[in-house]
């Protein structure tokens, strides 16, 4: 896994910057029901998506374990900041009217673990709203994709299935699904070969020889400065059965 209080220098613009977390922020808004009140942006990163979800009308509080998003989170949403890992989260149960947690399961091994402290954290009638499958959507049917078909893949710990029998087992009902586009992710054959290089696949280590075979042919794609489709991300949604308070 990445080091994020280092990524924080360059997190934003690698990663479709504002336009992707305008995106982001308009899907999980379609996801939360009329008369949400509180949001907890639990991983919230550098607070792009959390800065637009408090502009909605919500009180939202962002939670994230790494101090450099942090600061950055802090700058953008003063005073709605926690550090806080997401598998233990200070606050009581019942806290928030919806929890959103963007490109997260897919970093944990315990990915359970998160989706029991949402759960634990949410009202009664409250939606817990995540991301699924991120790395299967960066695969675009691409040349690149073709190209990196044959590299080692772990199971997706953010697999719909598996995502869903996680909200099952914490009493969480399936309430809805949507997409969004991730503005400014288009790979060029040349930054997804420095990708490869840097470590991004983490089943392709930096130096190994298959590594470097990857890397080589990505390079010798044509238009290698073109970027290629954009990829589309998925939310799930969950809600805690009662009424709302």
């Not at 054959?189 to 890397?215: F, H, S």
């Amino acid at each position: 896994m990445f080091d994020y209080d280092e990524e924080a220098e360059r997190y934003d613009a690698s990663r479709g910057g504002e336009p992707r977390a305008a995106a982001a922020a308009d899907a999980v808004l379609g996801l939360i029901p009329d008369g949400t009140a509180t949001l907890l942006d639990a991983a919230c990163g550098t607070g792009t998506v959390t800065r637009r979800l408090a502009a909605a009308d919500l009180c939202v509080i962002g939670a994230d374990a790494a101090c450099g998003m942090l600061r950055r989170a802090a700058e953008r949403v003063p005073g709605r900041i926690v550090l806080a890992d997401v598998r233990r989260l200070p606050f009581p149960a019942a806290s928030f009217d919806a929890v959103s947690a963007i490109w997260l399961l897919h970093l944990m091994d315990d990915a359970e673990r998160a989706v029991a402290e949402a759960a634990r954290v949410l009202r009664p009638g409250g939606v817990f709203v995540t991301t699924v499958d991120k790395a299967a959507s960066h695969d675009v049917g691409s040349d690149i994709d073709a190209v990196m078909a044959p590299r080692p893949r772990r199971t997706a710990r953010d697999r719909p299935d598996l995502v869903a029998s996680y909200a099952g087992r914490h009493a969480l009902l399936p309430a809805g699904a949507a997409s969004f586009r991730g503005h400014g992710q288009g790979r060029t054959p040349l930054q997804a070969a420095a990708d490869v290089r840097r470590g991004w696949y983490t089943l392709l280590p930096p130096g190994e020889p298959l590594t470097e075979r990857l890397a080589a042919r990505l390079e010798q794609l044509p238009d290698p400065h073109v970027p290629r489709a954009e990829p589309e991300f998925r939310l799930r949604a969950f809600r805690k059965p009662g009424p709302p308070r």
